[in-house]
């Protein structure tokens, strides 16, 4: 089953113009489709993981831990790989210019992290539970509380850019970015409550493993 | 099965930061267009070569321009990402377009020339039409 989202897909309005619309060329897999960036200790800091660490004081919000596995199809770990979160504040807004909903902007939140996965495959994040927030696409739409997500594998064909959602959110029924995805593959962007990953008397946690395609060997120049 | 993808939204530059990789020597940069034409100013770019391995990456500005440096190759892998775009879609930049190329050749012809960069004063420039009479041609990996 293919579990990406088509490109035209009406109910999203921003597609209209933006989805190509002639078929895809398949593109045999050389090297440059099996190879990919590699993003050392000297990109990213242990610090830039804890989203709730990077300004004096605390963000608003409830405080919780994301965490998880990245592999690929075949489920071998993919280590070292460079993951990158940004995320509304727990009201809801970006710390973005072009944001305007008006709720407010946290002095001590930017709502941006990064980490390389460890040998295993996996990630943590310390950050605060986004808010949803109205984005106007039809009348009184709502986006489901999410982090988005950019991963990069170890090849070009294996780049990702998705974005996670909290168990039993409400507003699941009425986002056609959430139901783009063909029914079957939904659950997979949606994390998991983990009570063993909580921090007692601290944060909450959530799980959000991620599969990235398999590149099993290059095919040639 | 995969992690199925989302878009990047409208708001991706607070966390994907640009970026360029030491060895770009040549400039490679374009617009990134809609199917009405208009310049399509929250996109990103990222292009990848892997010999030598150069990756970069370019949000667009209003006008919907990019550029990065790439080193001298036969072309670059080039992924765009934007609101409204539920996946990434990728294309090629050929700053050199051999007319043997086994990609190029599987093109139907008059597709061809969205693929080819052009050589400017400062480099080459290479124009992204998502959609419309000139969309240019996306590939599957």
Redesign the interface.
Known sequence: ?E?????D?PA?R?????????P??????G???L????FGGGTVSPADADLTAHHPGEPLGERIVVHGRVVD?DGRPLAGTLV???QANAAGR???D??NHPAPLDPNF?????CLTDAGGRYRFVTVKPGAYPWQNHHNAWRPAHL?F?LFGHA??Q?????MYFPGDPLFGQDP??N???AA??G??IAGFDLDATVPEWALAYRFD????STPFEEGP | MTTPSQTVGPFFTIGLTERQDPGGTVRLSGRVLDGAGEPVPDALVETWQSDPPVFARCPTDAGGHWAVLVAPAAYVNVSVFARGLLNRVVTRAYLNADATDPVLVSIEPDRRATLVAAAIDDGYTFDVHLQGPHETVFFSL
């Open positions: 089953m579990p990406d989202p088509p490109l897909w999203y921003s597609t209209a113009l933006r989805a190509p619309h002639r895809f060329v398949p593109l045999p897999r090297r440059t489709e190879t990919g960036p590699v199809t990158e979160l940004w970006y710390r973005h072009g944001d930017t709502g941006t992290g990064r988005h950019s070009f064909a780049r990702l850019v998705t974005q970015i959430f783009s995805v063909p593959a939904r997979r962007l991620l599969v990235l395609r």
